[in-house]
């Protein structure tokens, strides 16, 4: 049997020896003169309605499991109204101190991040300013047609904003790479199965990018709707019919899946030096900057969206009533 074991033993007597404690405690042996129970122990037990609580047998081990059936609020189990019990772990965030919260993980990502570095400035800004600048030059031409008048012609003032578009979209990625390999690389990152979530995710985003210009042509991309350019009907086609706006996530997921794989190893026309060819490969892989440009990319394009989808949305309302008045 176990409890011939020495050591066991001690360890069973010991076990005993705590749970007494954790019964007195609990109150779980406090009983009222003339032999009957304690009113405290009475509602904990039903009010002796036939429910009772039974100490399991066997020395030690019953005992604990009894202390921590009480602790748990299981059946049978004693208010946790004492002053020795601890607060409910169920009873929401109310019961959660959040200054004890572990930051040692956003704390190591942030420890990569430089936000006073020129590229890393330049990359924001550039992130920033895209969208802005095609929501209010779109805009205003739905307003006043002067960019359509300028080139006399709808469509080729469209092709000239998708022109300035692109660029200023190569503009960005450009700056978000000098971002890149101005700041140190996460060691952790650098490993073959996060190299083929990088790629991966760039073979995602890229289709969904190209699949997307190919279904909406070059004038659906490149807001021709505000250039009076409209479209027949809703394109409900690959990519549209899994997700909405699957050129802005696939965009997204284009630059999570370089910042993941891309480093100075990894970028095209990045002349390495002697001493960064003899670095271990960990110090050229894996941008945290990288990674924290994506969330920014991210949150500008979720702003976008709300920005862009009902003015797009009203203005085919405008076309659908015009329609209707004419018929």
């Not at 076990?15 to 009113?39: E, F, L, M, N, V």
């Not at 607060?87 to 040692?104: I, S, T, Y």
């Not at 800004?125 to 205003?140: C, S």
């Not at 997307?212 to 250039?227: I, V």
């Given at each position: 049997m176990p409890s011939r074991?020495?050591?066991?033993?001690?360890?069973?007597?010991?076990?005993?020896?705590?749970?007494?404690?954790?019964?007195?405690?609990?109150?779980?042996?406090?009983?009222?003169?003339?032999?009957?129970?304690?009113?405290?122990?009475?509602?904990?037990?039903?009010?002796?309605?036939?429910?009772?609580?039974?100490r399991p047998r066997g020395p030690g081990v019953g005992s604990l499991e009894a202390?921590?059936?009480?602790?748990?609020?299981?059946?049978?189990?004693?208010?946790?109204?004492?002053?020795?019990a601890g607060p409910d772990c169920c009873g929401?965030?109310?019961?959660?101190?959040?200054r004890q919260a572990d930051l040692c993980v956003m704390t190591r990502l942030l420890g990569y991040v430089d936000p006073s570095d020129p590229c890393f400035v330049a990359a924001i800004l550039t992130i920033t300013f895209n969208p802005l600048f095609w929501n209010v030059v779109a805009r205003w031409e739905q307003r006043t047609r002067k960019l359509s008048k300028v080139f006399r012609s709808p469509y080729l003032a469209c092709y000239s904003l998708g022109a300035a578009i692109l660029l200023l979209n190569v503009l960005r990625s450009h700056c978000f790479t000098q971002?890149?390999?101005?700041?140190?690389?996460?060691?952790?990152?650098?490993?073959?199965?996060?190299?083929?979530?990088?790629?991966?995710?760039l073979g995602i985003g890229s289709t969904f990018v190209l699949s997307s210009f190919f279904a909406l042509g070059f004038t659906g991309t490149f807001l021709g709707d505000y250039f009076g350019i409209l479209m027949e009907a809703?394109?409900?086609?690959?990519?549209?019919?899994?997700?909405?706006?699957?050129?802005?996530?696939?965009?997204?997921?284009?630059?999570?899946g370089w910042a993941i794989m891309a480093g100075e190893a990894g970028?095209?026309?990045?002349?390495?030096?002697?001493?960064?060819?003899?670095?271990?490969?960990?110090?050229?892989?894996?941008?945290?900057?990288?990674?924290?440009?994506?969330?920014?990319?991210?949150?500008?394009?979720?702003?976008?969206?709300?920005?862009?989808e009902p003015f797009t949305a009203q203005i085919y309302q405008q076309k659908?009533?015009?329609s209707r008045k004419r018929s």
């Amino acid at each position: 049997m176990p409890s011939r074991t020495p050591g066991k033993w001690r360890f069973a007597r010991t076990g005993d020896y705590i749970s007494q404690k954790a019964g007195r405690s609990w109150g779980h042996r406090q009983s009222a003169p003339g032999g009957r129970a304690s009113r405290h122990h009475r509602a904990a037990s039903g009010g002796g309605r036939g429910a009772s609580w039974r100490r399991p047998r066997g020395p030690g081990v019953g005992s604990l499991e009894a202390a921590r059936l009480r602790a748990s609020g299981g059946p049978g189990a004693e208010p946790m109204g004492s002053s020795v019990a601890g607060p409910d772990c169920c009873g929401g965030f109310g019961n959660v101190d959040f200054r004890q919260a572990d930051l040692c993980v956003m704390t190591r990502l942030l420890g990569y991040v430089d936000p006073s570095d020129p590229c890393f400035v330049a990359a924001i800004l550039t992130i920033t300013f895209n969208p802005l600048f095609w929501n209010v030059v779109a805009r205003w031409e739905q307003r006043t047609r002067k960019l359509s008048k300028v080139f006399r012609s709808p469509y080729l003032a469209c092709y000239s904003l998708g022109a300035a578009i692109l660029l200023l979209n190569v503009l960005r990625s450009h700056c978000f790479t000098q971002a890149m390999l101005s700041q140190p690389k996460m060691e952790s990152l650098d490993n073959p199965t996060a190299y083929r979530v990088g790629l991966a995710l760039l073979g995602i985003g890229s289709t969904f990018v190209l699949s997307s210009f190919f279904a909406l042509g070059f004038t659906g991309t490149f807001l021709g709707d505000y250039f009076g350019i409209l479209m027949e009907a809703r394109v409900t086609t690959f990519p549209f019919n899994i997700l909405d706006n699957p050129m802005y996530w696939g965009s997204t997921a284009n630059y999570l899946g370089w910042a993941i794989m891309a480093g100075e190893a990894g970028l095209p026309g990045h002349r390495q030096s002697s001493d960064a060819q003899k670095q271990p490969r960990a110090s050229r892989h894996a941008s945290p900057t990288g990674l924290l440009l994506t969330v920014v990319v991210a949150l500008i394009y979720m702003v976008a969206i709300q920005y862009e989808e009902p003015f797009t949305a009203q203005i085919y309302q405008q076309k659908a009533s015009s329609s209707r008045k004419r018929s």
